[in-house]
T-cell receptor, first 116, second 113 residues
Framework: AQKVTQAQTEISVVEKEDVTLDCVYE???????LFWYKQPPSGELVFLIR??????QNEISGRYSWNFQKSTSSFNFTITASQVVDSAVYFC?????????????FGTGTRLTVIP | NAGVTQTPKFRVLKTGQSMTLLCAQD?????MYWYRQDPGMGLRLIHY???????AKGEVPDGYNVSRLKKQNFLLGLESAAPSQTSVYFC????????????FGPGTRLTVT
């Protein structure tokens, strides 16, 4: 069963618009960790945030914010006032404690294009 | 502090040839990982290591071997390359003390013809 679903394959927005990237996960473990990574056109993977299953507080970092809701198994990512430099593929990922926390299950990614 | 580095950045192989990809990290991380990234499939774990001298299979280990002789290095070998192994390969590492985020290298683009 797919553990991380990113239903939005591609999104295009005009610069300065807000955009939300959806992530839905599936796990039977009670202890797990969720992540967002950014892959810009240059190809490297950049860690953005980690959230553990016991911490449902939303987090804001500059123009980025994350909404974690266990009730809907979702960990959505919002970019406010998007910029061209935000254009990238964004991956949501999950680690389950019961599997030894070594298999980082990635979603298939959402390609965000910010149009100037 | 270079983080995670990978050698080479690009490589073209013919079917049946062998090669080794090198991953090095200077963060003193215990855990190291090899992933492959294919279009539309995200990243999938090939092999990983929880410490020097140890290795374990991930989700897609067939056709690959690994070695971790030194803590800072993790090698991925292809003994007899196949076109299905055309992919972008990423190495990652993390500390062993409860922070589970992995830090990735820049990737190696491998084409097998």
């Amino acid at each position: 069963a797919q553990k991380v679903t990113q239903a939005q394959t591609e999104i295009s927005v005009v610069e300065k618009e807000d955009v939300t990237l959806d992530c839905v996960y599936e796990t039977r473990d009670t202890t797990y960790y969720l992540f967002w990574y950014k892959q810009p056109p240059s190809g490297e993977l950049v860690f953005l945030i980690r959230r553990n299953s016991f911490d449902e507080q939303n987090e804001i970092s500059g123009r980025y914010s994350w909404n974690f809701q266990k009730s809907t198994s979702s960990f959505n990512f919002t970019i406010t006032a998007s910029q061209v430099v935000d254009s990238a593929v964004y991956f949501c990922a999950l680690i389950e404690r019961q599997t030894g926390a070594n298999n980082l299950f990635f979603g298939t990614g959402t390609r965000l294009t910010v149009i100037p | 502090n270079a983080g995670v580095t990978q050698t080479p950045k690009f490589r073209v192989l013919k079917t049946g040839q062998s090669m080794t990809l090198l991953c090095a990290q200077d963060m003193n991380h215990e855990y190291m990982y090899w992933y492959r990234q294919d279009p539309g499939m995200g990243l999938r774990l090939i092999h990983y290591s929880v410490g020097e001298g140890t290795t374990a299979k991930g989700e897609v280990p067939d056709g690959y071997n690994v070695s971790r002789l030194k803590k800072q290095n993790f090698l991925l070998g292809l003994e007899s390359a196949a076109p299905s192994q055309t992919s972008v390969y990423f190495c990652a590492s993390r500390t062993g003390t409860g922070a589970y985020e992995q830090y990735f290298g820049p990737g190696t683009r491998l084409t097998v013809t």
